[in-house]
């Protein structure tokens, strides 16, 4: 190790780094190809081709052709994911109604427990909404 200079283990980091990154983008490509649905199965083929034959300039070429849709179908699924994952949260609490309008079940059965003890409907009439609300 004493014969490796400290300027060759920087530049041996730095080459190994942009390999990494390289590597990176490649798998990035790869996923973007089968993720095009407006891309044929033959364009889906002959992009593959030429990013595996000529890797360095088949991705290079990918992305320089088709980089900026690859960021537009990179932000319509993140926004396709959030949009999930909030009407799993809707789901999940409860409040479905609420976001479209309408109370849930669980914000009618609440209303109905407080207008009871108020005193503005009886028991009777409490059960009859309850069963309606649940039904």
Known sequence: MDDYP????FWTMLWFFLWIM???????????????????????????????????LGVLVYVIARGRSMG??????????????????????GTQGAASGTPSATD???????????????EEEFQQAKAKVLA
């Open 6 to 9: 400290l300027l060759n283990v």
């Open 22 to 56: 390289w590597l990176f983008l490649l798998f990035k490509v790869i996923t973007d190809i089968f993720r095009d649905h407006e891309l044929s199965g033959w364009g889906k083929a002959g992009w593959l081709i030429f990013c595996i034959l000529l890797p360095y």
């Open 72 to 93: 537009e179908r990179d932000m319509k699924q993140a926004k396709d994911a959030e949009n999930r994952f909030q009407e799993y949260i809707r789901q999940t609490a």
């Open 108 to 122: 009618e059965l609440a209303r109905l427990a407080e207008l009871k003890e108020k005193g503005s409907i009886s």
